[in-house]
């Protein structure tokens, strides 16, 4: 990790990431048991800064950071005086000045919290950066996917849907390759740029959603990233037809696959309610497990 903080996934080591997944299952009481709150973090404060939206991430950190005794509060762009002009570095100095122990910032350009964690000395967590990664995200995904599978090695995972927009796809490519992961991207032709290939070695690219589910243990669905697309003739509707996960799919899938998707799910547009809803979703468990794998990055990045 960079400086205390959490970037990237890229540049973690294999160690580091099965240090933080073991010790978010210390965060996790077995089912049926009240969660439980911790003071690790007493004293300590963390700024959550959004400009762009979010649901699960934000809350997620938030939660993340009481759970451990943390003091935290969440700003929106939307809210805030970037919406008076303020420039970025600006607005981080001025947050720096109140010597928050950390800072937990999503931002839709790439390299933004690599770009400003020069600038102040406190770590940053990356709670995703436009279309390069998204580190919290992979580690949740791999967490879930250890759960159902016990191991990652030797599996294949296909990942589906606007690969070019997604720092989701990005982050679990990087992950996913360190632990020997065959991965297959698949999409239309125009949100997967042949660059996807150099990731990591051995990628399989295809615009067919059948060869990339047939044999997949894990189907990692993406949504259509439509904020970062900036032509206007998307075939939004056609897209279900071609590339939406539905029962028909499942049939050709292993039977024990498991589905997942980052959230926010455009039912009827990348998934299926079928598919969405059924027992071989994921998807909640990967929310579940987003506030464990958030609760073991924080404690690493304020403790360390
Ligand atoms: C993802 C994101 O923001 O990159 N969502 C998330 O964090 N759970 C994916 C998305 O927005 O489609």
Redesign the pocket.
Known sequence: MTKGGLLDIESLERDEIDEILARSKDFQPPRGEPIKKYDYLRGKTIVNLFF?A?T??RTSFEIAAKRLGADVLSITAAGSSVSKGESLVDTLNTLGAMRPDAIVM?HSASGAPHFLSRYLPIPFVNA?DGTHE?PT?ALLDARTILDRRGTLEGLRVAIIGDIAH???ARSNVFLLSKYGVSIVLCGPASLMPREMKELAPGIELTSDMVQAIEGADVIMM??V?LERQHETSFPANEYFQFFGLRPEHMEKAKPDVIVMH???INRGREISSEVADSQRSAILNQVENGVAVRMAVLERVLLQ
């Open positions: 762009e979010s699960r991430t999503r995703g998204h995200q997604s720092r989701v993406l949504r990233q980052p959230g926010p």
